[in-house]
């Protein structure tokens, strides 16, 4: 399965953006799809997830309740809705497919990394 992330951009504290992840190749219900990202000078980190055979949801504990994880399988793509962005959520953000291990996504079990969107908030 091929990536491609999209829908970044410049937006101010407490805005919103809503990112797009859309596949070719394969179905992306074969996969668990994750989105991370990676902030200047840090490490790449998870931030959600979602399963492949029942849409079930995952977060990481910095975005609960302001991000939302969603899928259009119609359309082969994984949306991730940024709200109440804050400066620090700024970073490139990537889309991954592969498989969870429990609650969370591991980037070590993920492959088939999308060409990133910047998302940039400004305080």
């Known amino acids: 399965v091929q990536l491609q992330a999209s829908g970044g951009g410049l937006v101010q504290a407490g805005g919103s953006l809503r990112l797009s992840c859309a596949a070719s190749?394969?179905?992306?219900?074969?996969?668990?799809i994750g989105w991370f990202r990676q902030a200047p000078g840090k490490e790449r980190e998870w931030v959600s997830c979602i399963s492949g055979t029942d849409d079930i949801t995952y977060y990481a504990d910095s975005v609960k309740g302001r991000f939302t994880i969603s899928k259009d399988s119609a359309k082969n793509t994984v949306y991730l809705q940024l709200n109440s962005l804050k400066p620090e959520d700024t970073a490139v953000y990537y889309c991954a497919a592969g498989y969870r291990h429990g609650s969370t996504c591991p980037q070590t079990l993920f492959g088939s990394w999308g060409q990133g969107t910047q998302v940039t908030v400004s305080s």
């Open positions: 190749g394969s179905t992306l219900d074969y996969y668990d």
